[in-house]
């Protein structure tokens, strides 16, 4: 059985930096691209950032561009999020998400499983 479980998320002010992991089980990790998402209260999922199998490649919502960074340990089965300069339109639920393939996915149809989420709240 797959599982992704995310840790991390917590109540910053704004400008400050949070670091968000997932760690994944049930699955040969090293094989997947994996991504993170988040909702707000109100909107849509919407994707953040995703990785390669290798971590070669990434990319980026262009809201988080120059804040956030993607990167994954393939010998501890995790994936991480660093957000720095946050800001209070950063505030969500955040996902991880594994993907059926070992490139970077298409669009969120190439992501199969999801973790339960973990809450990030930005002060003003």
């Known amino acids: 059985q797959v599982q992704l479980v995310e840790s991390g998320g917590g109540l910053v002010q704004a400008g400050g930096s949070l670091r968000l992991s997932c760690a994944v089980s049930?699955?040969?990790?090293?094989?997947?691209?994996m991504g993170w998402f988040r909702q707000a209260p109100g909107k849509e999922r919407e994707f953040v950032a995703a990785i390669s199998r290798s971590g070669g490649s990434t990319d980026y919502a262009d809201s988080v561009k120059g804040r956030f960074t993607i990167s994954r340990d393939n010998a501890k089965n995790t994936v991480y999020l660093q957000m720095n300069s946050l800001k209070p339109e950063d505030t969500a639920v955040y996902y991880c998400?594994?993907?059926?393939?070992?490139?970077?996915?298409?669009?969120?149809?190439?992501?199969?499983?999801w973790g339960q989420g973990t809450q990030v709240t930005v002060s003003s």
């Open positions: 998400a594994t993907a059926r393939v070992g490139r970077l996915p298409y669009g969120t149809h190439e992501y199969d499983y």
């Open positions: 049930g699955r040969t990790f090293s094989s997947y691209a």
